[in-house]
């Protein structure tokens, strides 16, 4: 028999054990085994302010150590990436001191809690030369990606429209309680779910220039915690409709909802061109609806994923298989690693997600004052 | 073997031998095998602007008589309902005629060519008790009026949200040409099929109260006539999207486009509540969705059409057996008579019209003033 | 204003006041409004066993007399076409008395209760040149002909295999009492509605050659009338697989089931060929899924119907207007008084009729010797 | 920062390195974090017949070891469980091997290429106690988890019919070559894929008494080769239509196609009760459309997988975010360990796995004999 010889690693520092955590440390657990990449991650530290969720957390998820510091973490010379997990108002010292500290940094959306941090993450991150990675994760898609090639393509003509929503009911019940999601620095449903369908908005047709929002706030009170009785008033929205004006001059409309009942995941568009449309919803996400065809032949096609849209070969050399939600994951981290690797950019990095939270800065204030309002930074 | 004896009569003159024209013809002429009403239409007279065509349609339709002057029809002393498929600038002008006549008047959508012309015609109608009816035939489907009677009991809870659209692609070539569609007084595709998904909207959840829209001309110039190279300015919108409230406090948004590519009657709403969801797309006019169950069997339920659902057993003893477009206009129809023959109110009936002309007004200015406008008489 | 003339009239006579009576008769009622047709259908005589029902009827439906006795229909000179939706037991005696008296028969599925009825009425009718047509309204669906014109250009390739079914819940309910479908002279299942999914894989793919079917009764005993306890035996199927082998060679099977829980119309098929695949359920009969497209593109597209699907612009000049299953009915009554006037072959007639009762026997046959069976007549 | 200790390991051999090698591989370093386990897989041994393919694979995919002798990795004191994706043909040494040494052995389907090579791997394994399992991954799917929990609770009422399909296209082609699976030992379409619907028929439905098959080779030649104009004569069937018989009494009809254009993995059924019904098509894994409600509410309503239903909250906590076929790897490799670690039944185990052999040796001799055939072994 032969001895394995070790490829090179990566060291990976994870921050948080939680879901998100736990996602992203099988993501670089599965990761070798499906993509050849030129490095192997290497799970070094897992951080949480609990030691023992950390401790527990690195035996699990196959961390060599484990600390509630995450300071010390980003300090670790064996860590190369670090991931953030944290909650997001933690997201810009962690970052900020992993950027000083020379690593690589893989945060999880929103990056930040308002747009003036995530600028200044931003722009340390480019003065660094810092390679960063936020995890809209959802842009990972395959059949995504063939939307935005068919509509890059022309396929479908000029582009003339587009209806994007990201509708979930985990805060459909009156009585689900405040939480981290009602905080208002996590900035409600436009920010936590709004900014993927916006991300996803900017992912295929370019920057948004304009946005006129209406934020509700449906159930003005929630219970304190789970089961009390106690209520405090909610201040952040429920669900939001906006009216969008892109860069290129197509508009649309957008929906984020958190209280869509019997919604579980419907991140979906509907991108109409002069010629074509291609339409999306998450809720299947390995199919792509694709209109064409003349005559008496016309009509939306459903494209089933497959090994014709990469990487989903990666995952199994046969159509019908279907590709998973941890499964984009680890496509994120595959194009992380590599961008580590390279010194690429990753899309979408500080920058981008900068912008996805500008245009929700935008929504938020032009619900308020009720009237068009122009996107900070779309043209940058 | 035994004669039969005529039942009661109600002559009918119909204004109008396109398309539409037909539509309503050919409803007079089914509904009677169809539904046990107290009387029976007689279609007397057809009146188009050409004698001809008046001619030869009363003798395809089976009207006794024709002619080429609406006037005469509507002084016809057999004519008891005057039914309106003229162009719409002629709308007002006939109906009060037929007002002042003493008739009943059934009158395609839209009304009007302005809110305006529409609220005289109803204050005229209900100062003469003239029963009128508007062609807002898809309010007709036995789905749409299960979708309002789940809402109105209760069933989904607390109402909370409203995603509405109507969404077809006859124009969505840009070399389709000019016409009456593109013409200022037809209003543009935000009256043209706006005014359904704004109908439907308003029978599921009540007047709309304020509006905030971006009406958009998607192909500023067209060809003058089909296959011309000249062109004109469009002075119309193609495509509309608008944020809404509703004066329950509901908000929601509304597409209105005739230029979307791939789509042939997106006609089709969610209706989102605290407790589960109804939606419908008239292009499976067969079919509701309603969101319930709970635990490990909540979901969408996809209701069939069937005798359960009146008046879908006047066509058919069993379920699957579809409804289609023309039978619609045949329960409009039945209605229609029925309110004749008792005098009842017809819904929707002149005043509902000129509200939904108020929200596309309303719509079209709040485009131009790019900001939230109320709508005139949403209350009344 | 212009009297109009009568056009040439072809005389009606129907027999029979229940469901498809009234069906026939309204469809008789619209066809002239949405078919440019040489001849008008002039309702002279409605037959009932009763003729109270049948005085009744005949003012609903627009009949000039009405009579308890068939034969004076048949013999009326007035009549031209006797249409036959009266008990199955009686279609050859009327049939028989109609081809005798020179008129053209038009007759409900099935054509008679045994195939060697179905034949005597065939042959009579052939050798008087009578024009015939059966009431299989299903196949005049333009997505059904769709079907049937892509798989006639090749465009699928070469057939490989078929897969069809019937299925509806009508005696799902195992208190579901004994009726005249349980009759064994109805033929259970396999003949009342399996019968139309034969006749559907005929129309698109040719004769069936050899079957091996498995026909079984799931509830033994049945109520002997609504609401009773007394109950007894069942001797008909309730739900029949088979297994198929067509003429051309093409194998699949097929199912018929009235106690299908949860379908209401799942006549539906899909047709394989070596390069694309057309399917098709009536539960959506304005769609057809056909695949196609090559590479990353490939997959199931939904052609909706519209007006380049004939005789779809009968009904409606526009896409997205849907058809429902009365407007089957008129179709299949345009193509009778065409065929009646011009003289041609109507499709079906009771030669195909025969055929497809010789399918449902062959099955029979087969599920009780447990083999697979020639089919008599598939050759003819 | 704290240490990790080791947890308790389970030592792996992995024989074969191709797709399906690679997929065990991969669940098995991906399960530790996705599930709580008593133990943890350890990668010890990857054999390939390929001294080179074992090496470069044992280095992707993380095992310690390579080798191209498997009797080496069988008799590797480190290794605990075997997991045999060799060519079937190799399974019955294989597993006789690994079974002699005392250890776990997890097969790919089919157990082997006869039902008497199957039954005498299952009688070693028995008599041995080893702890066995077989690779019909799609039975770890949640929602056909939940399917037979619907069905076995008596919510759809007695069972009255079943209608299965595996249909995929990968030799739809009449131009794809011969490889392995056209190898008469392989057993063609019926043993390729009708396997997983056999399986899914009796997990669902308990044993098959009687088969009545009609299996067909679609393409009687085929290349020698890829790419080849010398063509061979086809052996195997491409197509297979059956009707069935259970053991249950409950009849129905299931087809396996390998050429069924159009389709990646239309691994469906459709199961029918007195009261409800249930569906499901691989084609949309993570739904379940059950039928249910009453009156003018009743429908199929579709069911999105989510935490209720284990073990998709392994993988997420939240509903929407849907599996994919690798994690039903994934959770098949967890319940492996868990029986190898509690000396439980595994299901499917080589005797599960050896029944369905019977199924498909039944249905090719019923073709053969084109008569019903009762299976062996199905009452065992």
């Not at 209520?231 to 209280?259: C, I, Q, Y």
Request: a negative charge.
């Amino acid at each position: 028999m032969t001895e394995q010889n070790k490829r090179e690693c990566v060291g990976i520092g994870l921050i948080g054990a939680g879901f998100m955590g736990r996602c992203h440390a099988n993501a670089f657990t599965s990761v070798s085994g499906l993509f050849d990449l030129p490095v192997t991650p290497d799970k070094q530290v897992l951080a949480d302010h609990s030691a023992d969720v950390a401790a527990s957390g690195a035996r699990a998820l196959g961390f060599a150590r484990s600390t509630d510091d995450w300071r010390a973490l980003v300090a670790d010379a064996a860590v190369d990436i670090v991931a953030i997990t944290a909650p997001n108002v933690l997201h810009e010292p962690m970052a900020l001191a992993a950027i000083a500290a020379g690593k690589t940094v893989y945060c999880e959306k929103p990056l930040s809690t308002t747009a003036e941090s995530a600028l200044k993450m931003t722009l340390a991150a480019e003065a660094a030369g810092a390679v960063t990675c936020v995890g809209f994760n959802f842009l990972r898609n395959p059949m995504v990606h063939l939307a935005r090639d068919i509509i890059a393509s022309g396929e479908i003509g000029e582009v003339t429209g587009f209806r994007g929503r990201h509708a979930e009911n985990y805060m459909a019940d009156p009585m689900a309680p405040h939480s981290f999601r009602t905080d208002p620095q996590g900035g409600g449903a436009v920010a936590d779910i709004g900014s993927h369908i916006i991300s996803m908005a900017r992912f295929l047709l370019g920057p948004i220039d304009e946005v006129n929002a209406d934020c509700r706030t449906l159930y003005p009170r929630r219970p304190v915690k789970p089961g009390s009785l106690d209520t405090k008033p909610v201040e952040v929205d429920d669900m939001t409709h906006a009216l969008l004006r892109f860069s290129s001059g197509v508009s649309g409309s957008l929906e984020a909802n958190w209280a869509a009942t019997g919604r579980t995941m419907d991140l979906s568009f509907e991108v109409t061109g002069s010629k074509g449309a291609v339409a999306f919803t998450q809720e299947r996400m390995n199919e792509l609806q694709l209109y064409g065809g003349s005559g008496k032949q016309a009509g939306f096609r459903r494209i089933e994923s497959g090994p014709l849209h990469p990487p989903y070969g990666r995952f199994c050399p046969a159509p019908g298989h279907h590709l998973g939600f941890n499964d984009l994951k680890v496509i994120e981290v595959a194009d992380l690693l590599i961008a580590h690797t390279e010194g690429g950019r990753c899309y979408p990095d500080f920058r981008e997600a900068w912008q996805v939270q500008c245009v929700v800065e935008a929504m938020q204030a032009s619900s308020k004052e009720r009237c068009w309002l122009k996107v900070d930074g779309a043209a940058s």
